[in-house]
């Protein structure tokens, strides 16, 4: 076993950070740029998501995997397209934002 | 082959072991008494005499952040500091253990403010004795040449930092003669460091001291990981380890450049002593003159020093204390609401051991306060009449202190 924490990069070395997301980001398509316009561009999700788990496309894909919520994808669009939705109205976790049980 | 003997302060002969030791690379920020060390180092620097990368820093934090930064990458890296100093740096003297880096750094003893003092007593690198970092104390200005020098060995076998500790002013800037091997000898007995744990390589990029997780897990191999405990529990097995290490090192040393220091412990007129004084650093020195004055009374006293004080030498000071009446303390230092660490340490060492004397704790020397062989006796024959009277333990005895008036 190792004497230190050390690991070569690589999707998912930091395990499954998306266990700890308690905001999900939902794209809504209709509004996103990219998709509008039907070709890679603005991709400013991409751009900004600190985890590298946003991929580029028409529109961009979100890895939920390892997506934490932080929120960075869905302040920077342009287009407002990105929404975040706590993720007890998905069904996966029982306590929302504000720390209240989910109803 | 002779050493060549000068007469030097203890600063003098830590900068000359740094130098012997080759180091690569030196980042310090100055404070009393540590200053003249890395003055010292700087204009070898500047002169062209040690091919040393000498990084001048804003701050104590960041000494130790380029230590890191260096040594990570293999390279022999120096420092030095004292008191606030190594407060500031606290963060980052966590951080050194815990990437298992072979740091060396002096730490000239000195008290903690407030209220604010630059004279020698022990709190400051007591405070970070958790840390992980292999301390240990010298009672000379040769112990701490040939103890800074023996510290990268023992740094580099085990892959943990070690923190040379001695008294300011009462060492630092305290001349007395010193011999200083040929460079030969020292390369002989400390080769270069060359099996670092972390290898920086463009070519196989490595995260190196990412999150770790509670559990264990397995890595972009499949390989399993350790969690924190995991990596901890290794790093404690490591000071242990040093246990062994650090004499082993004394004595390669001894067979090198001919001085021994005593691995963990050291002592004087120990052999039939049924009273021993114990402490490390300078006031052990101190304590000799006070043995010798007490058996001059008939009183069988002698010295036990604490050379190693992390890792704390257990079982070596209970083979040393068996049988014994008293064991006496003097810390220059203090846990503040209980007592002094080493104190502690000791007291708690010894309990359940067979023969195992009574342990005394007295504080002294605190902010410089001055204390004299004779203050010490006065305290070993206040501790012996305590003991004649039935004490098996007893509170903490403050030498020299005046709070009446």
Redo the contacts between chains.
Sequence with gaps: MSEISMSRPAVGEAGRTGDWRNNRPVMDAAKCLAVKQGRVTCQICWVYCPDGCIAQGVGPVIDLTYCKGCGICAEECPAGAIEMQPESIHGVCAVDETGEAAR | MSDQVSVMTGNEAAANAARLARVQVIAAYPITPQSPVVEQLAAWVESGELPAEFVAVESEHSAMTVCIGASTVGARTFTATSSNGLAYMTEQVWWAP???LPIVMCVVNRAMAAPWNVLNDQQDSMSVRDAGWVQLFCRDNQEILDTTVQAYRIAERL?VPVMVCYDGFLLSHTMMPVAVPAPEQIDAFLPPFTEP??VVDPG??????????AE??A???GA???GYM??RA??HR?LLDALAVIPETDAEYASVVGRSWGGLTWEHLLDDAEVVLVAAGSLGTQLTVTAEQLRAEGVKAGVLGIRAYRPFPVEALRAKLAGRRLALVFDKALSYGYEGPICSDLRGAMLGADGAPAVFGAVCGLGGRDVSPEDLAEAARRALTDLDAGARTRETDWINLHLEG
């Design positions: 815990g990437a298992r892959h744990f972390t196989d990029p490595h995260n190196i001291g990412p999150v770790v997780m264990p897990r890595d972009e191999t399993t990981r350790g995991e990596i290794l790093h490591a």
